[in-house]
Each structure stands twice: as structure tokens, then as C-alpha cells.
């Protein structure tokens, strides 16, 4: 069976936003690879972004709000709506604060992926591996694959979410 197919598949029965979310990881990892893999949400009116999903939450627990910084990351990911890639943890602590912690996991580069609906940004999916790991035709594929099927999991996360907060 195809990643693809597999994708499919666990996304017909997800129950929980989390599972959509591990569905995409493991499309992911199938196809592009990493280590540290998580997704974080842009609330651009709230000026917050949230991480929702992480396949290391110890080091990286999902929980709360971090304001949003319009910085250098923020202007090739948002603005220009490129993905983010750094290939070697010196170019990493450029843009990251966290940059031993990300080292301690065995990583060294990043693709931040941008997904857009509406033509806005709602969220970044975050693929950690080790260094000079996103090549130019790594980053073409995961830029090729996941828009969509990071969108569906967007979509249907929000719904879920929704769900779960309404009063029953």
C-alpha cells in the first residue's frame, strides 16, 4: 500500500485531531523523512501561533500560545510564502532560539512547510532531521505531497476541534 494510500485510510477513521495530525506524520516521514515533526497553527488575528501536533512531547509539548515575531522566518514563510529550510544547526540557531535543544534530538536541519487556505496562512508543518537532510529535491517533494494533505488535516482538525468545545 502506498503512503498515500495509507494516509488515506487513517484519515477515513481519524476520531481526534490528533490522530489527523499523526496521519500526516507519518505521510511524512514515509516520504520526506525527519526526526522532530510537529504543527503549529497561525491565529494571524490573535497575533499567536500553537503548536497541535508533535511526535516528541516531552521536548516539545503542545500546549498554550507563543506570540507571533515578524522576523526574517517570518517574512520567507509568510510574505513570500516559501517554505523554510536550514541545513546545518549553525544556520538553525539563526532563526531558532532552541537550537541545543534541537541538536540534543540528533537534528541539524528544518523544513518549515506553509500551509495557506483562503489565502491565509493557518499553519507551518515542521520537519526536523539530521544535517543537510532537506535537499533541494527533499524540499520539492514535501512542497509537492503535503499542501493538500495538511490542508484536509487543517480542515478537518478545525471541525473536530470545534466539535469538542461546543456544549453537547
Not at 24 to 36: P, S, V
Not at 79 to 89: D, K, L, M
Amino acid at each position: 500500500m502506498s503512503s498515500l494510500s495509507t494516509f488515506s485510510n487513517k484519515v477515513s477513521v481519524a476520531v481526534s485531531s490528533g490522530e489527523l495530525w499523526a496521519a500526516l506524520d507519518t505521510l511524512a516521514f514515509a516520504e520526506i523523512g525527519h526526526i522532530l515533526f510537529t504543527v503549529t497553527t497561525v491565529e494571524m488575528d490573535e497575533g499567536v501561533a500553537r503548536r497541535v501536533y508533535t511526535n516528541h512531547p516531552k521536548q516539545y509539548p503542545v500546549s498554550g500560545t507563543k506570540p507571533i515575531h515578524r522576523d526574517e522566518w517570518f517574512d520567507i514563510v509568510h510574505g513570500q510564502r516559501r517554505s523554510f529550510v536550514a541545513n546545518t544547526i549553525a544556520d538553525i540557531a539563526k532563526a531558532f532560539p532552541d537550537h541545543e535543544l534541537i541538536a540534543s534530538l540528533g537534528c541539524g536541519s528544518v523544513l518549515n512547510l506553509p500551509i495557506f487556505l483562503r489565502n491565509e496562512l493557518v499553519a507551518t508543518v515542521n520537519m526536523l532531521a539530521a544535517e543537510h537532510h532537506y535537499t533541494a529535491e527533499r524540499v520539492a517533494a514535501a512542497e509537492a505531497l503535503l499542501p493538500l494533505p495538511a490542508s484536509l488535516c487543517w480542515a478537518l482538525a478545525t471541525q473536530f476541534d470545534s466539535a469538542s468545545k461546543s456544549p453537547d
